[in-house]
């Protein structure tokens, strides 16, 4: 789990509807970019990714609609995480700042976890 300096937050973001993206903007000048379903599937709501003995209904095998995977809105949850609106009406899963930069999918951050960059996936 990364740890940020506390003065850290999302400053801004942007829906690229066109290619199902969200770019968020941070106060220490990384920008973001989420898939709007890789996203989805990181919900850390009890509903999708389960709590106590019930296991949630977010799996690999998971089959989502195109609602499911629509990002209406970002909502600001108090100081420390942002709550996604989506398609379908579901907007319980409260993102800390702390999990959407584990989630980045940037450049950079792909790079720290030896991942290859997001053009050279792309094409492969
Ligand atoms: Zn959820
Ligand atoms: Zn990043």
Redesign the pocket.
């Known amino acids: 789990m990364a740890q940020l300096p506390n003065n850290v937050v999302p400053t801004s973001y942007e829906l690229d509807e066109e290619h199902a993206l969200l770019h968020l903007a941070w106060s220490d000048d990384?920008a973001?970019v989420y898939a709007y379903e890789q996203l989805r599937r990181a919900c850390p709501c009890a509903w999708c990714a389960g709590e106590g003995n019930f296991a949630g209904t977010m799996t690999p095998e998971t089959v989502l609609t195109p609602e499911q995977t629509i990002l209406y809105e970002l909502q600001m949850v108090g100081r420390y995480g942002l709550t996604p609106v989506w398609g379908d009406g579901h907007k319980t899963g409260i993102y800390t700042y702390e999990r959407l930069?584990d989630l980045?999918d940037?450049d950079?951050?792909r790079q720290q976890r030896g991942q290859p960059a997001r053009d050279a996936a792309a094409t492969s």
């Open positions: 990384h973001s930069r980045c940037c950079d951050c």
